[in-house]
């Protein structure tokens, strides 16, 4: 996990150059296995792509698979949408390598549970949001905060694409602006939280928002990068896990982000 991880780098050196090259090392396996690279993941198709995941260990319940399975990325990545790389989306966002999707999954799986209420801070694309409220289902919450507003509306797009606007009109999943580093409020507390971009330190305000019993999913540093798994025990104590080392885009203010 730790050389799958590594390939989330969003730096273009990554995924233009050592990227295709190492793809190009690893396209004659047929399949994905716990011995090759999580790249050797990528397929043609959605259906292709969760089954390489599942085979090379990367997901194994059978809630993420069925989740991953069901959204099909195609709706959400405009290129490469079944490659296992980072692929950008506009507004120097990108929608994060599946093989990194599903890690995040499985980590939250005990905690997307039917009935259950998540959050997903930078929901980019709204592709993991819509995993989350599948997990969580009819009687569950999923929340997507994105502090782009253009891309807000484009997630909400690809959701009704993707054949997934009955989650949005029974309220079901939520797609909404605003800063993620603050997390949202209205819905909290949750059971799992997930975010998709690098935080210096764990924002305190996710931790508030955190149910007691509930985990977190956060990347963390600035040079150096860990994906932390947090765990708030039901007695209000906090539990920090490495995971595995990573590179995410960094967790900013918007002006930062968009350059404006």
Avoid at 16 to 29: E, M, N
Avoid at 75 to 97: H, K, M
Avoid at 189 to 196: K, L, N, Q
């Amino acid at each position: 996990f730790v050389f799958a991880a590594l390939v989330h780098s969003e730096l273009s050196l990554l995924s233009t150059t050592i990227l295709p090259l190492l793809f190009t090392l690893q396209r004659a396996s047929l399949h994905c296995t716990p011995l090759t690279m999580a790249w050797a993941c990528s397929s043609k198709s959605n259906v292709g792509l969760v089954g390489n995941l599942k085979s090379a260990g990367i997901i194994s319940s059978p809630n993420v698979e069925n989740a991953m399975g069901a959204c099909d990325r195609q709706f959400y990545a405009a290129r490469n949408a079944f490659e296992d790389a980072p692929q950008l989306i506009g507004f120097n966002v990108t929608i994060s390598a599946p093989h990194m999707h599903g890690m995040c999954l499985e980590a939250l799986s005990n905690h997307l549970k039917p009935g259950m209420r998540a959050l997903d801070v930078g929901s980019g694309s709204g592709y993991l949001t819509a995993c989350m409220a599948i997990m969580v289902g009819t009687s569950g919450l999923a929340v997507g905060i994105e502090h782009v507003p253009d891309l807000v509306k484009r997630s909400i797009e690809n959701v009704k694409a993707d054949g997934k606007g009955g989650l949005l009109e029974a309220g079901n999943l939520v797609l909404t602006e605003g800063d993620g580093r603050l997390g949202y409020p209205p819905s909290a507390p949750y059971d799992a939280i997930h975010v998709g971009a690098a935080a210096p330190t764990i924002p305190e305000a996710l931790v508030q928002q955190l149910k007691p019993g509930g985990r977190l999913i956060i990347p963390v540093g600035v040079r150096s990068q860990n994906l932390l798994q947090v765990d708030k025990g039901t007695d209000g104590k906090i539990q920090e896990t490495v995971l595995t080392g990573v590179r995410y885009v960094p967790l900013t203010n918007l002006k930062d982000q968009i350059g404006k």
